[in-house]
C-alpha cells in the first residue's frame, strides 16, 4: 500500500514531491473545478464530467439568487487558475455560460411580467375604486358613448308640428278631463270651461290645453280689449266642455244638435249639449286651406267653435284679397264667387 500512496501524493497539482506528513492541503478551487478543465490526465472521464455535471450543478443552483451568484462565477472562470485544457476548456466555459444566461433570462423575464400584471391589476382597481374611465368601465370593456338628452320642443315648436291620425278613427267616446287649473286674467266677463280629450287618440292633452288657454285669452281673441276672460277648471260646473275627440265620436256629438259633420270632417259647436267639438283628425292635420301652417290652422279652430259657443254665426269675406273673418268656414274654402280670401285665425287680427 505505501507505494500506492506515494504515487497519490506524487500527484497533487502544481507538485512533484508529496507534502510533508504524507497529507495533502487544499488552496484554489475544489477539485471538481480542476476536474472539468483538466487538459492532462483521465482526460475522456473528466470530459464527461465537465460536459455533465458543470452545467448541471449551474442550472440547478439558478433558482435562487445565491445560486445563480456562485453558477455565474463557476461558469466564467471567475477565481479558478488558469485552465491547462486550452481550446476545449475555453469551450465548455463558453457553454456554460450561455446555459446560465439563459436561466437567468428567463427568471428576469418572468419577473418583469408579474411586476407588469401586478401594476396592471392596481391600475384596474384604482380605476374601479373611483368608478371612472375615459373610455371604459370597471371590467376594462369599452363603455359606448353617452348619447345627448333630447332637447324638450317649445310650446311654439310643438304647435307647428303635424301628428298622425285617420281621417276615419272612431273612438271609445270615453274622455278624461286634462287635470289642472288656469286662471282668468283680467277683469272682463268670465267663462269657466274644461278641457276633455277622448281616451286612445295619442294625442298630447296638455299641449291642447294650453292651446286653448292661450288663443282665447290673446288680445286678437274675444278677450279682445279686456271684455271677456277665459279660466279652465278640471273640477266643478263649467260653462261649456272643450272636447278633443276622433272623427267618429265628434260625428256622433254634433249629430245630437243637428249638424252633420261626415261630409268634410269638421269641427262644431253641439249647443243643444255642453260640449265644443274639435275634430281630432283636422287638430292633427290641419287643412288644404291652411297647408302646413298647422299652429295658424288650429287657433282658427278653437277661436271659431268658440265663437259659436258666444252665439256668432257663419260669415265670408267681402272684398278680393281680404282677410277671411274668424267664422268664415275656412277648413273647407278661402274661395267664393270669384273672391280670394286670406287665412285669419283671429276674430280682431288688427290688435
Not at 374601479?128 to 320642443?153: E, K, N, R, Y
Not at 274644461?194 to 287618440?201: A, P, T
Not at 271677456?228 to 249629430?255: M, N, Y
Request: charged fraction near 20%.
Amino acid at each position: 500500500m505505501l507505494p500506492r500512496q506515494r504515487q497519490a501524493e506524487s500527484e497533487v497539482p502544481g507538485s512533484g514531491a508529496p507534502r510533508p506528513g504524507g497529507v495533502r492541503r487544499r488552496s484554489g478551487p475544489r477539485q471538481e473545478y480542476l476536474e472539468a478543465f483538466e487538459g492532462t490526465g483521465d482526460r475522456g472521464g473528466r470530459d464527461a464530467r465537465a460536459r455533465t455535471g458543470a452545467p448541471a450543478r449551474a442550472a440547478e443552483g439558478a433558482g435562487t439568487a445565491e445560486g445563480a451568484g456562485t453558477a455565474a462565477v463557476s461558469a466564467s472562470g471567475a477565481g479558478v487558475p488558469a485552465q491547462r485544457g486550452g481550446t476545449k476548456g475555453r469551450t465548455f466555459t463558453g457553454i456554460a455560460a450561455a446555459a446560465v444566461t439563459t436561466v437567468l433570462a428567463v427568471v428576469v423575464a418572468g419577473q418583469v411580467a408579474k411586476e407588469q400584471d401586478g401594476g396592471a391589476r392596481s391600475r384596474s382597481v384604482a380605476g374601479q375604486a373611483a368608478g371612472t374611465g375615459v373610455h371604459g368601465d370597471a371590467s376594462g370593456a369599452s363603455a359606448p358613448a353617452t348619447a345627448p338628452s333630447p332637447v324638450a320642443l317649445t310650446y311654439d315648436q310643438k304647435m307647428a308640428e303635424k301628428y298622425p291620425l285617420s281621417a276615419k278613427l272612431t273612438g271609445p267616446g270615453r274622455f278624461d278631463a286634462v287635470p289642472g287649473f288656469d286662471k282668468a286674467p283680467g277683469a272682463g266677463q268670465k267663462y269657466r270651461y274644461r278641457v276633455d280629450v277622448e281616451q286612445g287618440l295619442g294625442l298630447d292633452g296638455a299641449l291642447f290645453a294650453e292651446a286653448v288657454q292661450q288663443t282665447l285669452n290673446d288680445r286678437r281673441s274675444w278677450a279682445h280689449g279686456g271684455a271677456l276672460a277665459f279660466e279652465r277648471i278640471s273640477s266643478g260646473k263649467p260653462d261649456f266642455v272643450i272636447t278633443l275627440a276622433s272623427p267618429g265620436t265628434t260625428a256622433k256629438w254634433c249629430a245630437k244638435s243637428g249638424l252633420d259633420t261626415t261630409e268634410d270632417n269638421v269641427s262644431c259647436d253641439s249647443a243643444a249639449t255642453e260640449r265644443v267639438m274639435i275634430n281630432a283628425y283636422r287638430w292633427a292635420q290641419g287643412s288644404k286651406t291652411y297647408g302646413d301652417r298647422i299652429h295658424a290652422y288650429r287657433q282658427m279652430l278653437i277661436n271659431h267653435e268658440v265663437g259659436h259657443r258666444l252665439g256668432h254665426g257663419h260669415v265670408s269675406c267681402q272684398k278680393d284679397g281680404e282677410l277671411a273673418p274668424v267664422m268664415q268656414q275656412q277648413t273647407k274654402f278661402l274661395d267664393h264667387d270669384g273672391i280670394h280670401c286670406r287665412a285669419n285665425p283671429w276674430p280682431y287680427p288688427g290688435s
